[in-house]
């Protein structure tokens, strides 16, 4: 079962304890026996299902629950939390420090995306104005370290390996003690992979690790491994002081479970996930978040937590009036392109809900784009920003909206096609927000 289909299998159970008039006790182990049998499906361990069906129980006890106490949120709100514990062991792991030097060595199976996630973490830290490096320690995967050595290229990350060198310990420590020597803070050691889990392996990870030192090893996992993710991660971490999990391959048909499994067995943390092969396809993973989208609580409570945190106080009530009044007008699009900017309420709401808007993991380029069409909208008359009818601008309005930008008529077209599909999200999400009638919401 993939991820997206469990999220619907809980959402569903809960709605429907949320539809029963009463609350019972029958009620919540049908929910619970729904909740479990999608983890199954989507393999998290069998163990870690039982103990969050009994821990659960333990705090939804009917009888001590004094009348007049809220079942369902409370019902809701032990499964969200019983999930962020599966998630998070209670520890964080080591936190590389910036201009600090710190040994990261990446463990994993052979295909699981271990180069190319070494390389991910690089990037993502380069970004963030650090000096990383790349040690190729993998001398048993035929061209390991052309494939580092090319993404390391094209990321501007140096990089050390060899192609003559067999012993991957060798490789490993003269190429951290040289990055050490270069001051580079983060010294990433790319080790090799094994199709299975084999002593050859794991002792050869062993030796690296000695000669290396590490601050933190991070054990990278393809998503899609299903029930092996449990021993795989267990080997892994008797071999080896895991500090961390990274899963890959998140954006293909992967079964979420393997996550939870890993986190519980390592007892380390997910840090990143993978969605996709290119160098910016990494994102942090948040424990919170991911539950809550899990348990599909992408509602209109959440949404008014979130604006609470983000939004001034000052501009609060107009927004939660124009949310409302549902007409998305080319001046509210406007207004929400500058938080967008810079990932303000509507940006991080957008983000979850539609994600359709961004050109993924390409911030640069979402930010380029806004500002573009806000210029292009500088250009357009009062009534063509207050209405929500595109074909207001004909094709000689849309001739002088281009010249007044200093825009290309192609530019004006695509801004009007982003309006529509901005337009159809907003009325998507105000749906499935259940935003409450004008009137009837308190802010
Ligand atoms: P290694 O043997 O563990 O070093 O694995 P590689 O880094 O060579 O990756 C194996 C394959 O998985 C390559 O084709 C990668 O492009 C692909 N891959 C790695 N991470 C991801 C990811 O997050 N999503 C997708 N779709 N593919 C990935």
């Known amino acids: 079962m993939v991820l997206a289909e469990i ?34 499906q989507a393999d998290v361990q069998f163990s870690m299902v039982r103990d969050m069906q009994t821990n659960i ?41 910036k201009g600090k030097t710190s040994v990261i060595m990446f463990v994993g199976l052979q295909g699981s995306g271990k180069t190319t996630t070494c390389t991910k973490y690089a990037y ?44 991957p310990v060798k490789i490993a420590g003269e190429g951290v003690e040289r990055f050490k020597k270069e001051n580079c803070d983060l010294i990433i050691v790319d080790t090799s992979g094994r199709h299975k889990q084999e002593a050859a392996l794991f002792e050869e990870m062993r030796q690296v690790a000695e000669v290396t030192k590490p601050d933190l090893v991070i054990f990278v996992m393809d998503s899609s491994i299903g029930q092996a993710a449990f021993d795989q991660a267990q080997a892994f971490k008797q071999s080896v002081a895991v500090g961390a999990v990274i899963i890959t391959k998140m954006d293909g048909h992967a079964k979420g479970g393997g996550a939870l499994s890993a986190v519980a067995t390592t007892k380390s943390p997910v840090i990143f996930i993978g969605t996709g092969e290119h160098m910016d396809e990494f994102e942090v993973f948040d424990v919170e978040p991911f539950v809550r989208r899990l348990l599909g609580m ?59 808007l961004m050109a993924k993991g390409n911030e640069k380029e979402n930010q380029v784009k806004f500002k573009r069409y806000m210029t292009i909208m500088d250009s357009m008359t009062n009534a063509e920003l207050d209405s929500t009818n595109p074909k207001l601008m004909n094709g000689s309005r849309i001739i002088c909206i281009a010249r007044g930008s200093g825009r290309k008529v192609e530019d004006v077209m695509e801004m009007i096609q982003f309006y529509k599909m901005f337009a159809k999200i907003w009325s998507n999400m105000m749906k499935r927000l259940k935003v409450p009638k004008k009137g009837s919401m308190n802010a």
């Open 124 to 167: 993502y830290h380069q970004k963030k104005g650090w000096k990383p490096a790349l040690v190729c320690a993998d001398t048993f995967r035929a061209g390991a370290f052309d494939q580092l050595k090319q993404n390391a290229t094209k990321a501007k990350i140096p990089f050390y390996g060899s192609y003559i060198e067999s012993d």
């Open 298 to 356: 992408r509602d209109w409570s959440g949404f008014m937590d979130r604006m609470h945190e983000f939004v001034p106080t000052n501009e609060q009530t107009e927004l939660v009036q124009k949310l409302s009044e549902g007409t998305f007008t080319f001046r509210l699009m406007y207004e929400q392109l500058q938080p967008l900017l810079k990932m303000g309420p509507a940006g991080q709401v957008l983000s979850a809900f539609g994600a359709e």
């Open 7 to 40: 999220s619907g299998s809980i959402s569903r159970a809960l709605q429907q304890m949320n539809n029963a008039t009463v609350i019972d006790e029958k009620v919540l182990n049908d929910c619970l026996n729904e909740i479990s049998r999608a983890l199954l």
């Open 57 to 97: 129980k333990n705090i939804v006890n009917f009888d001590e629950l004094a009348a007049g106490h809220n079942k369902r949120r409370i019902i809701q709100q032990a499964v969200s939390n019983e999930l962020c514990k599966m998630l998070d062991p209670g520890k964080p792991s080591f936190t590389p420090k």
